[in-house]
């Protein structure tokens, strides 16, 4: 493939206007939006004109995997950080995946502060690997082998929304949120009729109370 045909399909995927694109086409003119120039550039640079074309491409998916990897670290370390100026209670629910060798698997979320380390998430996969009984597993139709336990952050766990529609979650918040609902509903309001409703809507957010 030509890396512009590569560029193409990272530009359509991305959005936003072509502006992925627009820095392939010109990436010395500022266009407005950092991230797209620095994926354009690791596009770019990794990019094997004499590879085959299923080459070309995993290696692009190769390199934006590892660039979502450090953005997400970044995020991880922002939150922390935020959380600590923000005096919040944040915490993290972390998964842990367990395998035996009889094709069977064990599977268990535990609650952790937003600062736990991987080495220390690490030694609790494998605590819990000594630890569980056996009859707790469960069969498993994917893994043939024993693995090494692993872990996932399955979500975070705050006591204040930071979604980008700030959700009604105290009775006093949703009370409020109701009153304004009802009154932008009385007046034909339709945006204040979505918001509303928005806010209201706080299945996913995070900071919503338990129970």
Same mark, same amino acid.
Request: charged letters at 35%; proline letters at 2%; a negative charge.
């Given at each position: 493939?030509?890396?512009?045909?590569?560029?193409?399909?990272?530009?359509?995927?991305?959005?936003?206007?072509?502006?992925?694109?627009?820095?392939?086409?010109?990436?010395?003119?500022?266009?407005?939006?950092?991230?797209?120039?620095?994926?354009?550039?690791?596009?770019?640079?990794?990019?094997?004109?004499?590879?085959?074309?299923?080459?070309?491409?995993?290696?692009?998916?190769? $390199?934006?995997?590892?660039? &979502? @990897?450090? #953005? !997400?670290?970044?995020?991880?370390?922002?939150?922390?950080?935020? *959380?600590?100026?923000?005096?919040?209670?944040?915490?993290?629910?972390?998964?842990?995946?367990?395998?035996?060798?009889?094709?069977?698997?064990?599977?268990?979320?535990?609650?952790?502060?937003?600062?736990?380390?991987?080495?220390?998430?690490?030694?609790?996969?494998?605590?819990?690997?000594?630890?569980?009984?056996?009859?707790?597993?469960?069969?498993?139709?994917?893994?043939?082998?024993?693995? $090494?336990?692993?872990?996932? &952050? @399955?979500? #975070? !766990?705050?006591?204040?929304?930071?979604?980008?529609?700030?959700? *009604?979650?105290?009775?006093?918040?949703?009370?409020?949120?109701?009153?304004?609902?009802?009154?932008?509903?009385?007046?034909?309001?339709?945006?204040?009729?979505?918001?509303?409703?928005?806010?209201?809507?706080?299945?996913?957010?995070?900071?919503?109370?338990?129970?």
């Amino acid at each position: 493939m030509k890396l512009k045909e590569i560029i193409k399909i990272a530009s359509d995927a991305y959005g936003c206007d072509g502006v992925l694109q627009r820095y392939y086409d010109d990436y010395s003119t500022d266009h407005g939006d950092g991230l797209a120039k620095f994926l354009v550039a690791e596009i770019t640079d990794t990019y094997d004109e004499t590879a085959t074309d299923k080459e070309q491409l995993k290696e692009a998916y190769r $390199v934006m995997e590892t660039a &979502k @990897t450090e #953005v !997400i670290r970044v995020c991880e370390g922002l939150f922390r950080g935020m *959380a600590k100026v923000l005096d919040e209670v944040v915490q993290i629910v972390v998964g842990f995946h367990l395998t035996a060798s009889t094709r069977q698997e064990y599977y268990e979320e535990r609650t952790f502060p937003v600062g736990v380390t991987d080495g220390e998430l690490d030694a609790v996969a494998q605590q819990l690997k000594g630890s569980v009984d056996g009859e707790k597993y469960t069969d498993d139709n994917e893994y043939w082998e024993e693995q $090494v336990p692993r872990w996932e &952050k @399955t979500k #975070v !766990i705050t006591d204040k929304c930071h979604c980008l529609v700030k959700h *009604a979650n105290t009775p006093e918040e949703r009370e409020v949120v109701r009153n304004r609902l009802d009154y932008c509903v009385s007046i034909d309001d339709a945006d204040g009729v979505r918001m509303s409703q928005q806010q209201l809507d706080n299945e996913n957010c995070p900071a919503k109370p338990k129970g």
